[in-house]
Nanobody
């Protein structure tokens, strides 16, 4: 069964940083665009960052733009989410998801507003921002 595995979550003080990793199980990320989503208690799931399968093109939600950076290392078969200047409102479960965007989609970013479009998901990693 193909799926993704997230790691790197934890407890951090406001203003701190964390780096999440997303690794596939049973397949390679080379042809997949990746999205990061988060789900906080009492809120709807939010797509926050995406990266094309080539790793060259990224997109971000306004809530994280300038603070979070998504990157993709196809050689290591890993996608990262570097999170800086964390705020208490960033507390959530963070999940990565993979989607194939077609033979000409290597430089297209994944749809952050369509979680149903993704092929594979991870279980999520908890991020807790508190002093």
């Amino acid at each position: 069964q193909f799926h993704l595995v997230e790691s790197g979550g934890g407890l951090v003080e406001p203003g701190g940083s964390l780096r999440l990793s997303c690794v596939p199980s049973g397949f390679t990320l080379e042809y997949y665009a990746i999205g990061w989503f988060r789900h906080a208690p009492g809120k709807e799931r939010e797509g926050i960052a995406g990266i094309s399968s080539s790793g060259w093109i990224t997109n971000y939600a306004d809530s994280v733009r300038g603070r979070f950076t998504i990157s993709k290392d196809n050689a290591k078969n890993t996608v990262y989410l570097q999170m800086n200047s964390l705020k208490p409102e960033d507390t959530a479960i963070y999940s990565c998801a993979a989607v194939v965007l077609g033979p000409t989609g290597e430089n297209r970013t994944p749809p952050l507003d369509l979680p149903g479009a993704y092929d594979y998901w991870g279980q999520g990693a908890q991020v807790f921002v508190s002093s």
